[in-house]
T-cell receptor, first 112, second 108 residues
Framework: SQTIHQWPATLVQPVGSPLSLECTVEGTSNPNLYWYRQAAGRGLQLLFYSVGIGQISSEVPQNLSASRPQDRQFILSSKKLLLSDSGFYLC???????????FGQGTRLTVV | TQLLEQSPQFLSIQEGENLTVYCNSSSVFSSLQWYRQEPGEGPVLLVTVVTGGEVKKLKRLTFQFGDARKDSSLHITAAQPGDTGLYLCAGRDDKIIFGKGTRLHILP
């Protein structure tokens, strides 16, 4: 069966510090991978998605970047965090051509 | 860019009542998904509707896909406190996008 791991679960970082959130998927190959951000318990804003290694599409201009160094690994990064980067970050995967997404447990990021 | 609009944003009702929430778009989707999210967790898939006019039932939850495949509804019969959560609809063009959700609170 497929599983998705996302860590850490919570993170408190000072303004100006770097960020690295990691997501890995097991039990499948060549998945589509997604990073979403959710503010205040509302809808999911798509940040980045990837259809393959090294292929990243950015949806929203921002202080963040994403990388996919391996088939089942997706990393969200920032060089210098802003207060506005606080939120709940969710990683997800889907099979090619299939509309259903499966989510990790999320990372609660607080920038102070 | 395709958009999904959900209504109402918030809904608070008494246990035992019925309710319907909506997901609308001006664009046609090949399918729509409904997810439920608990606080501090990732969304969990409830159902996918694919065919225009399709109706799917999941216990007390009834999901319908509009004939034109631009909208969907979720009807809950005899709501229970365990139904409390954020209900999200989603669809895919080349990536999966979500509506802003309906936050449902069922009062015991």
């Amino acid at each position: 069966s497929q599983t998705i791991h996302q860590w850490p679960a919570t993170l408190v970082q000072p303004v100006g510090s770097p960020l690295s959130l990691e997501c890995t998927v097991e039990g499948t190959s060549n998945p589509n991978l997604y990073w979403y951000r959710q503010a205040a318990g509302r809808g999911l804003q798509l940040l980045f998605y990837s259809v393959g290694i090294g292929q990243i599409s950015s949806e929203v201009p921002q202080n963040l970047s994403a990388s996919r160094p391996q088939d089942r690994q997706f990393i969200l990064s920032s060089k210098k965090l802003l207060l506005s980067d606080s939120g709940f970050y969710l990683c997800a995967w889907s099979r090619k051509g299939v509309d259903e997404a499966f989510f990790g447990q999320g990372t609660r990021l607080t920038v102070v | 860019t395709q958009l999904l609009e959900q209504s109402p944003q918030f809904l608070s009702i008494q246990e035992g009542e019925n309710l319907t929430v909506y997901c609308n778009s001006s664009s046609v989707f090949s399918s729509l998904q409904w997810y439920r999210q608990e606080p501090g967790e990732g969304p969990v898939l409830l159902v996918t509707v694919v065919t225009g006019g399709e109706v799917k039932k999941l216990k007390r939850l009834t999901f319908q896909f509009g004939d034109a495949r631009k909208d969907s509804s979720l009807h809950i019969t005899a709501a229970q406190p365990g139904d409390t959560g954020l209900y999200l609809c989603a669809g895919r063009d080349d990536k999966i996008i979500f509506g802003k959700g309906t936050r449902l609170h069922i009062l015991p």
